[in-house]
C-alpha cells in the first residue's frame, strides 16, 4: 500500500482482482456512483439500447434457425 499515492487510472488492476467477478461488480458499482445524474441517464439511456440490440439480434437468430429447418424439411420432401 506504500505505492497507493503513485497509482493512476490507467494502471492496470492486479491478476487477482480480474478474476474476481463480485470485485469487479464493486468497482462498477462505485464507479457508477460517481456519475452526475445526467451521465447516469446517459448510461442507463445506453443500456436500454444495448440490451434492445441483443433482443432483437436474437429474434433474427431464432428466425434464422426457423429458415434452416424448414429449408431442410423441404429438401426432405423433394428426395421423397
Known sequence: MKYTHTATTSDPLPE???LEEWMQKALK???L???TPEQRMAYEMELARVGSRLGELKR???TLKEIELH???LEL???E
Open 16 to 18: 487477482f482482482v480480474e
Open 29 to 31: 458499482e462505485l464507479s
Open 33 to 35: 456512483k460517481t456519475l
Open 60 to 62: 433474427h437468430q431464432k
Open 71 to 73: 429449408k431442410e424439411e
Open 77 to 79: 420432401h423433394k428426395e
